[in-house]
């Protein structure tokens, strides 16, 4: 027998996905803290609330870097463009391993298995920005424009 979905189901699990990702754009991953009041807040189960986070690759419940680097390690960005190479690229120059995160809390080093961008290999995900077609000097770059961008913004935290 199917199993049947109602609307109100469809619309409350909508919810708590927002709920959830509102929560960890406060403080960059889901906090205990933060998985309580949403249960509180929605009158869901603390249970629901923690299976949907973890089942969703969307939300973290560990901290993370500033910037999370997510490199494809999939087939085409495997076979065409050299993911290997480009992760063992990032590892040296950010001086982590992947599943890492450099001492700063700047960033955070993931592989994934697909960004659905085969056909722009290799590519990488940071944040919720996706670049294609990369080359170590792309990467390079990259690195320098996420680390002016921490500065300026800790500079004008200072001021
Ligand atoms: S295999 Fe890398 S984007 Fe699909």
Redesign the pocket.
């Given at each position: 027998m199917a199993t049947e979905v109602r609307a109100g189901d469809r619309g409350n699990r909508g919810r708590l996905l927002t709920a959830l990702y509102i929560a960890q754009e406060q403080e960059g991953y889901l906090t205990a803290e933060a998985m309580q009041r949403v249960a509180e807040r929605l009158g869901v189960s603390e249970a629901e609330v923690y299976s949907t986070a973890s089942f969703y690759t969307l939300f973290r419940t560990e901290p993370v870097g500033r910037y999370v680097i997510q490199v494809?390690?999939?087939?085409?960005?495997?076979l065409v463009?050299g993911?290997e190479r480009l992760v063992d690229y990032l590892e040296r120059k950010l001086g982590i391993k992947a599943g890492e995160t450099t001492a700063d809390g700047l960033f955070t080093l993931e592989t994934v298995?697909?960004?659905?961008?085969?056909g722009?290999?290799?590519?990488m995900r940071v944040n919720d920005e996706l670049y294609e077609h990369l080359t170590t000097e792309k990467v390079d770059m990259l690195i320098d424009q996420f680390r002016e961008r921490a500065e300026r913004w800790a500079a004008l935290n200072q001021s």
């Open positions: 494809c390690r999939g087939l085409s960005c495997y463009g993911a298995q697909c960004l659905a961008s085969c722009t290999a290799p590519a």
